[in-house]
């Protein structure tokens, strides 16, 4: 079945910098928009960035734009999340996002509902 498996994260000082890696499988990877997004504890998963099946399109919230970059590369099959300049405020699950899309409507991208499969998710914390 289709896998979305992720890597990276940690634990990090205010200030640094972490990447997070999405490897997919069984999926034929240029059909899809890829997302990522987090999930802080007692709160609701809420969308991170979110890019096109070419990767000339992307979207940030507007808490990561200028601090996080997402892209992707279609020889590995592979997105990936690189965040800088973390904030204590970024501590949460994060969890990479696929949907079976190759048109780019921004209202669809940040819902989560929109999306196929899921990563596992990969914990994120930023001390202060």
């Known amino acids: 079945q289709v896998q979305l498996v992720q890597s990276g994260g940690g634990l990090v000082q205010a200030g640094g910098s972490l990447r997070l890696s999405c490897a997919t499988s069984r999926l034929i990877f240029s059909n899809y928009a890829m997302a990522w997004f987090h999930q802080a504890p007692g709160k609701e998963r809420e969308f991170v960035a979110a890019i096109n099946w070419s990767g000339r399109s992307t979207l940030y919230a507007d808490s990561v734009k200028g601090r996080f970059t997402i892209s992707r590369d279609n020889t590995k099959n592979t997105v990936y999340l690189q965040m800088n300049s973390l904030k204590p405020e970024d501590t949460a699950v994060y969890y990479c996002?696929?949907?079976?899309?190759?048109?780019?409507?921004?209202?669809?991208?940040?819902?989560?509902?929109?999306?196929?499969?899921w990563g596992q998710g990969t914990q994120v914390t930023v001390s202060s």
């Open positions: 996002a696929a949907d079976q899309s190759t048109t780019w409507y921004p209202q669809e991208r940040v819902d989560l509902y929109e999306y196929d499969y």
